[in-house]
Nanobody
Framework: QLQLVESGGGLVQPGGSLRLSCAAS????????IGWFRQSPGKEREGVICINSSGDSTNYDDSVKGRFTISRDNAKNTVYLQINSLKPEDTAAYFCAARFLYCSGTSVRMDYWGKGTLVTVSS
């Protein structure tokens, strides 16, 4: 059974850092691109950043450039999202999603989804 499980969310003060994890099971992670999406209340789910099966990353949101870093450890079947210099506007539910080989910043093109982890940035 293919499964993606996010973890690492929580409440953090502005300027703080978090590392989100996306643990995959039931498929070979190395064959898939993994993207991180986020959704704030009342807004659509948007692509943030993605790493393809070759390890190249694509940023879909200019507001996270220089602050969000995606990485993957295929041996651990896990993809990570390091988030630094958190801002209140980063508050959202964060989802990881898988797509065979290539990245996409469009949610409808992703094949599999986790259930999300909530990040709240507040003082």
């Amino acid at each position: 059974q293919l499964q993606l499980v996010e973890s690492g969310g929580g409440l953090v003060q502005p300027g703080g850092s978090l590392r989100l994890s996306c643990a995959a099971s039931g498929f070979t992670l190395a064959d898939y691109a993994i993207g991180w999406f986020r959704q704030s209340p009342g807004k659509e789910r948007e692509g943030v950043i993605c790493i393809n099966s070759s390890g190249d990353s694509t940023n879909y949101d200019d507001s996270v450039k220089g602050r969000f870093t995606i990485s993957r450890d295929n041996a651990k079947n896990t993809v990570y999202l390091q988030i630094n210099s958190l801002k209140p506007e980063d508050t959202a539910a964060y989802f990881c999603a898988a797509r065979f080989l290539y990245c996409s910043g469009t949610s409808v093109r992703m094949d599999y989804w986790g259930k999300g982890t909530l990040v709240t940035v507040s003082s």
